[in-house]
DNA sequence: CAGCAGGGGGCGT
DNA sequence: CGCCCCCTGCTGA
């Protein structure tokens, strides 16, 4: 306490200790949360001013969200992590797996967390000088900022000298961490419906109702078993209003053949911020991402490469439907099937990046990248039909037989098997074809055997 | 080799 | 968004 002409400095010791207890159990209590992140499925009340504080992407997004009470999806971005950052953003300190660090660092960046991915106290001279980000260049990768170091060595090292309890420590396996919280979840779920306003600000989609998040994962929650976690995950993710759109139709009735079962299966709209983040991230977070491949992730296997596609916005809410109801067509244990599958169609992924078939998916700026993969299109149409593969999803269905396709072209071209119709014939034999691309195969039985010779069009048996 | 299916890109509306 | 074209893989005759 300082005294000068009668006046009285009161200072409160330790205030800043007290003032991050309480903001700690206010996001306990869920009190006075305006918030709720939504990540793998979980939900996390927090406060709009700590998030803003801690970071200028949030505050950015706040800025734009008129929505009193606003749900973010963060897609590709572990619960786990998600949590540590919330234990950092509001304690200050968070002890993380050494191995799990370059993943936290990397979602940081995602976040612009201060003080992990960006300067807590931009240097005004560097700003000057330089850019007006330098911590988000090539350069300063390779040399992390003090703090990032500072924190780095505080986490590597045993003795964490907080006197915070460790927030709930990354596990090992990024998969099995939701059962462990699936209580949690649950009361975070119900408390979710308790929200006044309903207005939802997703990542995907701005303007969902926050049930639409909730139920499925409920339901997903409690129906499936563990292994389908993958699974589920997908079905957390996804909304599902708006598959009762496409689901009314999605069983197409081709020649007044018999109807069936009702899909309520559909997809989302658009995203609105994740071009904002895509803006905000000039830079790709290739050696974040690079590091983080080199750890346990699951998605090392493929990743490993260290191609990553152009723009990478991991929030990119290609989230479905949440309507992941097995379907009679699906048989087997769909979410072990799903699971092999997500690594199967990365890979092919992959393939098509790397192989790139001079479709420049590395280096083109294309607006659109699935969270799941590498592939990136510039069409939204073209992404929700791709996310599908990874989802499983299927709202296409055959009224003539249990068939159903992620695409109503598909369905199309599948139905062509029951009517008979083939509409592409060959101009050189009497075949006739259902799939253009089954005539073109032909067709090239043909060009094995004749020849066209350039000053005559007839062609010319060979062998 | 044919049939079927999955998946990506282009283009018009 | 829907349609179309394309390529590819798998399977069975």
Redo the contacts with the bound molecule.
């Keep these: 306490m300082m005294a000068s002409d009668g006046m009285l400095s009161l200072s409160w010791n330790n205030h800043k200790a007290t003032f991050c207890h309480i903001l700690s159990t206010l996001r306990e209590k869920e009190r006075y949360t305006d918030v709720t992140l939504a990540c793998e499925g979980k939900f996390y009340p927090v406060h709009k001013l700590v998030l803003s504080t801690c970071s200028e992407y949030f505050e950015k997004m706040f800025e734009h969200t008129p929505c009193k009470h606003p749900v973010v999806v963060l897609k590709d971005i572990k619960c786990a992590d998600m949590e540590a950052l919330l234990s950092y953003m509001y304690d200050g300190v968070v002890s993380v797996l050494q191995q799990d660090l370059a993943r936290l660092i990397k979602a940081a960046e995602l976040l612009q967390i201060k003080g992990l991915a960006v300067p807590d106290e931009p240097p005004l001279k560097e700003l000057s000088k330089k850019n007006a980000y330098p911590w988000s260049s090539r350069d300063d990768r390779s040399s992390p900022h003090p703090k990032r170091r500072r924190r780095e060595d505080m986490m590597t090292s045993t003795s964490q000298g907080s006197s915070l309890p460790p927030p709930e420590s990354p596990p090992s396996s990024p998969q099995h961490h939701q059962e462990s919280n699936q209580s949690w979840d649950h009361s975070k779920s119900h408390s979710q419906d308790q929200r006044e306003d309903g207005v939802d600000q997703r990542v995907g989609d701005p303007v969902e109702p926050a049930v639409e998040f909730s139920s499925p994962k409920q339901e997903a929650s409690h129906n499936q078993e563990p292994v389908d976690e993958s699974l589920v995950k997908e079905e957390v993710i996804e909304g599902s209003e ?1 598959n009762q ?2 689901g009314m ?1 999605s069983r197409i009735e081709y020649g007044g053949m018999g109807g069936g079962d009702s899909n309520t299966g559909g ?1 989302e ?2 995203s609105k911020f994740p071009h904002q983040l895509d803006t905000k991230h000039p830079q790709p977070l290739h050696e974040a991402v690079v590091e983080a491949l080199a750890g346990p992730s699951g998605m090392q296997g493929w990743l490993g490469t260290g191609e990553l596609g152009g723009g990478f916005s991991m929030l990119e809410g290609y989230s479905e439907d949440g309507n992941q109801e097995v379907h009679p067509a699906s048989t087997g244990p769909h979410g072990t099937q799903q699971s092999h ?1 997500m690594v199967g ?1 990365a890979n ?2 992959l393939r ?1 990046v790397l192989g790139g ?1 001079g ?1 420049g ?1 590395i280096t083109s700026k ?1 607006k659109h990248q ?1 969270p799941c ?1 590498f ?8 992404m ?3 996310y ?2 990874h989802t499983g999803e ?1 709202p296409f269905s ?1 009224s003539s ?1 249990s ?15 029951h009517t008979g119709e ?3 014939s ?1 101009s050189v ?1 009497l ?12 067709v ?2 043909h060009d ?2 004749f020849v066209v010779s350039p000053l005559s069009p007839q062609r010319k048996e060979v062998d």
């Design positions: 708006d759109g496409e139709d997809e709209q658009g599958q169609r092919d992924s098509s078939a479709k998916y294309k699935c993969c592939y990136t299109t510039n069409s939204h149409s073209h929700r039909e791709h599908r593969t299927k055959c037989c068939y159903q396709s992620s695409t109503r072209r598909d369905l199309r071209k599948h139905f062509r098997v083939k509409p592409y060959c034999c075949y006739r074809s259902a799939n253009s691309s089954d005539l073109k195969k032909h090239r039985t094995r055997l």
